[in-house]
C-alpha cells in the first residue's frame, strides 16, 4: 500500500493513538487502512468412500492436487462460500455437512475452514482454476502432490476419523 | 474505495475478466483490489460458573454488554487473537478451550468465532474500549442489553450446552 483509497495521498506506517500496531496511515483526510486476515473456505467432498481432488490450474502450486476451496466472498455466509468454491472449482454440487477443520496460517495471515459434504451430481468438467478433478480412495491419495499442508492435514483427519467411526471438529495451527 | 493503493490513480468499479463479481479495479497499474469478509475472534470467559462480560466503550452499542471479542490482525493464530482480545478488552488471562461458536453474519460481511476459556487471573481494570467489567451469572446476565446476536448466541448455546454437560461446537448464520 503506498496512496490512501481514500483521498489519493501518501500513506505512512505509523501507530496511530490508542492502537499497539503500525498501520498504513494518511495524514491527508486521518483514514486508518487496517488490513486483516482472509477466510479460505472449502469442501471435502465425499462420494462412495473416496473424495474429490481438484489439480490446480494457477499458481502457487500449479498441477499439485488440492480439496476445492477459495477466498470467502463480502456478503456471503461461510457455508455460501464453500458450496460456491466447491461448484466452481470441481463442477460438483455437495450437501453440507458440519466444518471440519478450522486452521490458522499466520505466515500468510489466513485461516482455513473445511467442511464435510457429499457429492451429490458431478459434471466431471474442470473450472478455470482447475486442470482436472477425481474422486481419490485413501490409498491413491498423491501426499506428496498435494498443493497446501491444511489440505493434507484435513485429508489426514477426515481418514482417521472414518476409521474411528465419527468426524469431529478440528482446530489447529500451521506455524 | 476512490483511489488505487498501489499507483493513487482513480479506480473503477467492474467484473474483471475470468471474474464473476465486480471489484475495485485500476485501468492506470491493473491492481485490482479485492474486498473480503473480517473475522471477529473472542473469548467466553468462565469463572466458578459466572461468564465475564464488557460493558462497551465505544460505538457500535456503546453501553451494551458484550463477550471480549474483536478483530483478528496479521500474522497471528485465531487462538492468539482470542486470548489478546481476552486480555485487551477485560484485563484476565484466560486458559483457552476449544472453537465454540462459529457465526456468518454476511450482512456485515464478517465472521465471529468465540472460544470456550476460563479465567485464570483477572485486573478489573477495564480497557480503552471497556467501560466495567463484571462475573455475571445464569439469572443476571443482562440479555435485552446485549450488543450483538453473535454474542447473545455464544451465551444461549452455553448455558444449554452447560446444562446438557457437555459443550459441543456450533456453527450459524445471522441473516
Not at 36 to 58: F, H, M, Q, S, Y
Not at 62 to 79: H, I, Q, R, S, V
Not at 95 to 105: C, K, M, N
Request: aromatic letters at 10%; hydrophobic letters at 40%; proline letters at 5%.
Amino acid at each position: 500500500m503506498k496512496f490512501c483509497a481514500n483521498c489519493g495521498a501518501e500513506v505512512v506506517r505509523r501507530v496511530p493513538p490508542g492502537d499497539t500496531l503500525e498501520r498504513w496511515v494518511c495524514d491527508n483526510c486521518g483514514e486508518i487502512h487496517y488490513q486483516n486476515p482472509k477466510l479460505v473456505v472449502g469442501t471435502i467432498p465425499e462420494r462412495d468412500g473416496k473424495i474429490l481432488l481438484c489439480r490446480r490450474a494457477i499458481e502457487p502450486r500449479y498441477g499439485y492436487w488440492t480439496l476445492p476451496a477459495g477466498f470467502m466472498e463480502n456478503a456471503e455466509t461461510t457455508a455460501q462460500a464453500a458450496l460456491r468454491e466447491t461448484l466452481e472449482e470441481s463442477g460438483a454440487a455437495v450437501e453440507l455437512g458440519a466444518p471440519f477443520t478450522l486452521i490458522s496460517v499466520p505466515r500468510v495471515s489466513q485461516v482455513h475452514l473445511f467442511y464435510l459434504a457429499r457429492v451429490r451430481e458431478i459434471e466431471f468438467k474442470a473450472g478455470e482454476e482447475t486442470l482436472e478433478v477425481a474422486l481419490v480412495e485413501e490409498a491413491a491419495i498423491p501426499w506428496r502432490e498435494i498443493a497446501f499442508r491444511t489440505v493434507a492435514y484435513t485429508l489426514k483427519q477426515w481418514f482417521e476419523d472414518r476409521k474411528r467411526g465419527a468426524y469431529g471438529f478440528h482446530a489447529a495451527d500451521i506455524a
